[in-house]
């Protein structure tokens, strides 16, 4: 089946540096991948949509400049946490869309666990 | 996309058949209702997915009313396994969409 990684699964930075977090297609090409954010007790809630080759699209209310997505190839997406501060700890999980598929088209990664200290 | 309505918990007995309801009045005739769920700390998982009619796969069965209007998850023989968070969504067309998360069903399967 279609299996998406990301790495690290989990980061603890200091406030103020940035952080990257990778999402990958592993076995096969995503030329749309999505970046979700999860608080503690919370429901997913979607920051983005990330298109090859293409700027992504953020959700309102999600600061851009700040969660900077590059999207470079077709098996790898990037999320930027910069400039980061304790409220921005958090689970950050993507997904990638198998293409040709049509039920399960969305694959997720296994989240990265991000504390801000 | 239609709003979904789910219990917030739900318990089930180990071997016992846990069903899961949904409620999605406003959903539209070209809206699937879709299952996926998240064991804690990890990402979420597709369970299965539906139009109108009942849909069976190795991980669980889906029943539709007839108007549309609510959903049943059936996981036949629940196992510890099985504890996580099960979310329902009704997603249209394009394929490839975004998929819009509500707060979900925690189940717990107690042995």
């Known amino acids: 089946g279609a299996v998406v990684s990301q790495h690290p699964s989990r980061v603890i930075c200091k406030s103020g540096t940035s952080v990257k977090i990778e999402c990958r297609s592993l076995?096969?090409?995503?030329?749309?991948m999505f970046w979700y954010r999860q608080f503690p007790k919370q429901s997913l809630m979607l920051m983005a949509t990330?298109?090859?080759?293409?700027?992504?699209?953020?959700e309102q209310g999600v600061e851009k400049d700040k969660f900077l997505i590059n999207h470079a190839s077709l098996t790898l997406s990037t999320l930027t946490v910069t400039s980061a501060h304790p409220e921005d700890s958090s689970f950050y999980i993507c997904?990638?869309?198998?293409?040709?598929?049509?039920?399960?088209?969305?694959?997720f990664g296994p989240g990265t666990r991000l504390t801000v200290l | 996309d239609a709003k979904t309505t789910q219990p917030p918990s739900m318990d089930c007995a180990e071997g016992r058949a846990a069903n899961l309801p949904c409620n999605h009045s406003?959903?539209?005739?070209?809206?699937?209702v879709y299952w996926y769920r998240q064991i804690h700390s990890q990402g979420p998982q597709y369970i299965i997915h539906?139009?109108?009619n009942n849909e069976t796969n190795e991980m669980a069965s889906l029943i539709i009313t007839e108007d549309r209007k609510s959903s049943t998850l059936i996981l036949p023989h629940a196992t510890l396994r099985d504890t996580a968070v099960y979310y329902c969504?009704?997603?249209?067309?394009?394929?490839?969409?975004?998929?819009?998360f509500g707060e979900g069903t925690q189940l717990t399967v107690n042995p």
């Open positions: 997904s990638a869309i198998l293409p040709g598929a049509w039920a399960n088209e969305q694959f």
């Open positions: 076995d096969f090409q995503a030329t749309t």
């Open positions: 990330s298109n090859e080759g293409s700027k992504a699209t953020y």
């Open positions: 406003t959903i539209s005739g070209n809206e699937y």
């Open positions: 539906g139009l109108k």
């Open positions: 969504i009704v997603r249209g067309q394009p394929r490839g969409s975004r998929l819009t």
